[in-house]
């Protein structure tokens, strides 16, 4: 279960028993069904969370009850929300498991303390923080400019085996578009 968690954090370090040991001492394991909550919307975040199996959705819902995916994490993915953590304020956003999922769980006094002691780790952190507000302006981008096909288009491009795992009216939330027209999409394409 640990194997992919210090395979994603700490890549190219050589790390030794005592600190591999540090480190998992420092995660704990959990396991969540489909539909159960990692993190809901209004509380503070108090963990994170590494995604080991399965897939997981960030989402909203705004005051008439329309949900909006802002996120799929699946494996070797983190969840939670570090601004709530950082800052102390409830999060806006709701996080729960797709399918049945394995994740490991650290607190966030012990996330700042492992970055301490690793100091390589904590600056790949902050290049992983930077690669994920890129995509976030992406995205932003993409929904402000390209049409449904070219949002869909985009998003199997990158994320093929994700596009196939979400189901539809989520990938079609996520999208902005509703799942009518993800479905006549989907059939365009595979007219062509």
């Known amino acids: 279960m640990f194997e992919s968690l210090l395979e994603t954090i700490a890549g190219g370090m050589n ?24 993190q809901r919307a209004g509380e503070v975040t108090t963990h ?26 699946p494996e070797r993915s983190f969840i939670g929300d570090i601004t709530s953590a950082v800052t102390g304020r409830p999060t ?20 700042n303390r492992m970055l301490e002691t690793f100091p390589d780790m904590a600056r790949e952190y902050r290049f992983g923080l930077q690669r994920s507000q890129g995509a976030q302006q992406r995205r932003i981008a993409m929904s402000l400019s390209a049409s449904a096909e070219e949002r869909y288009a985009d998003f199997i491009a990158r994320h093929p085996a ?5 189901p539809q009216r989520m990938l ?3 999208l902005g578009i509703t ?3 993800l479905s006549r999409i989907r059939r365009s394409i595979n007219r062509s």
């Open 92 to 111: 806006p956003y709701a996080v729960d498991a797709i399918e049945p999922s394995a994740i490991l769980t650290i607190d966030i006094a012990s996330f």
């Open 48 to 73: 994170g969370g590494f995604v080991v199996r399965g897939c997981f959705r960030t989402y909203t819902i705004d005051a008439r009850g329309k949900e909006t995916i802002t996120h799929f994490s």
């Open 162 to 166: 994700l596009a196939a795992r979400v």
């Open 15 to 38: 790390l030794n028993a005592e600190q591999i040991d540090f480190i998992r001492s420092l995660w704990k394991p959990r396991q969540l069904r489909r539909g159960q909550f990692f």
């Open 172 to 174: 079609a939330s996520y």
């Open 179 to 181: 799942p009518e027209t």
